[in-house]
Each structure stands twice: as C-alpha cells, then as structure tokens.
C-alpha cells in the first residue's frame, strides 16, 4: 500500500502489484489501517479463507493498536504482537533487513530517471515532476529486487523464526548496503503533494 499527502487518489494508470490510498496528511491512520487488512493482509497467499492461524507484527503507532483494529485482526484469526517503543531497529524484520537497501533501489531509480528519462517541461521552462504511477513502478520494481533469502534472513535477525538451510544470518543482509545522503525525510518528498495537481518533484541536494 502506497499512501500519497493528498486529498483524493490520483487519476493515473497505475502498475499491478500496489494499492494506492490518499490521506490528507499522508499518515496511517486507523481507516487506512482497516483498509490494509481488508484489501492486503487477508489478500496474502492463504489468508483469505483464514484457516491456519498467523502472527502480525508491527510497531506501536496508534493506528495499529486501535480497539477497532485489533478486532479485524482476531478476525483474521491472527495473533498480534506490537513491538514496544524504541525497540523497532532491533525487532522489526523491515528495519534490521531491506528498509535501507530498498530505499537506496528508490532512490537510484530516481537518479536514473533524472539523467536518462524522458521529460516534458512546462511553458516556463520547469521539468515536470515524476507521476505518481513513475513512482510506484520504481516502488514495484525495487520491492522485486529484494530476495526472498534477504526477506528470511531478517525475520531470523529479528529471532521470529529459527534459521533455515541455505539462509545463513552471517551473511550480509541487502540492509547491509551502503546508502550515502538518503534521508527518510527526502523520501518521504515521493509520496508529499501540497496541491492535488502536483507532482513528484524529486530529491533535492543536501537534505
């Protein structure tokens, strides 16, 4: 689920694979919580029909642990297990894994974008932003490139799941890859539009 800073959804052709939602102050929030569980989670390879039990875990943001929230997830037949505050980087699979790694793909796709796509520019002479359907290619595709062994070998970091055959957690996680200047706050300038006209203007240098 890809959430933009606006107000209503894009009108765009957007690649398979992402669910794009719209949220004023681009936050999860409880209603887009519900949304994930209902139009994701359940939508995962057998949680449709809910017959093996699960575990969801997440941190302890608000939306997440709403009494409302956690009923749809029992409903699923899940167990929930919040990871306390300030434990996130040594608990959360995302974090110890592929977070860095599948921001540093994001951003090269960017980059690449910037210096071989094709760009239109407006009467004044400005280079058109990115379109939100751009962007959540480059988010498919770099999702894509993070393997399945990197995936296991982080919730087996996290103590989650034992080690299994071939997944050694000695080995260098992608997470482990080197990211120079990329910032969570410049990311998050990809999924911020201040008018509903506008577009992704880019990463700015030195943010």
Known sequence: MVIFKRKTLPKENFP????????????????????????IYVKRPG???????????YDSM????????????????????????GLTKELQPLDIGFNRAFKARLRAAWEQWMTE????FTKTGRQRRATYAT??????????????STVVRAFTKAGIITELPGNSSDTDSDNDEREPGMLD???????????????????????
């Open 47 to 57: 949680g449709f029909f809910h017959t093996a039990p699960s575990l969801l875990i």
């Open 135 to 148: 962007i959540c290619q480059w988010i498919v595709d770099a999702w894509a490139d993070i393997s399945v």
């Open 185 to 207: 706050a410049v990311l998050a300038k990809l999924f911020n539009s201040d008018t509903e006209e506008e577009e992704f203007d880019g990463f700015v240098d030195g943010e």
């Open 117 to 120: 796509g094709e760009h239109t």
């Open 16 to 39: 398979a694979g992402v669910v794009i939602k719209a949220n004023p102050k681009g936050w999860m929030d409880e209603e887009k919580m519900s949304e994930w569980l209902r139009e």
């Open 62 to 85: 608000r939306a997440h642990i709403t009494d409302a929230v956690k009923k749809q997830v029992k409903q699923t037949n899940s167990e929930l297990a919040v990871i306390p505050g």
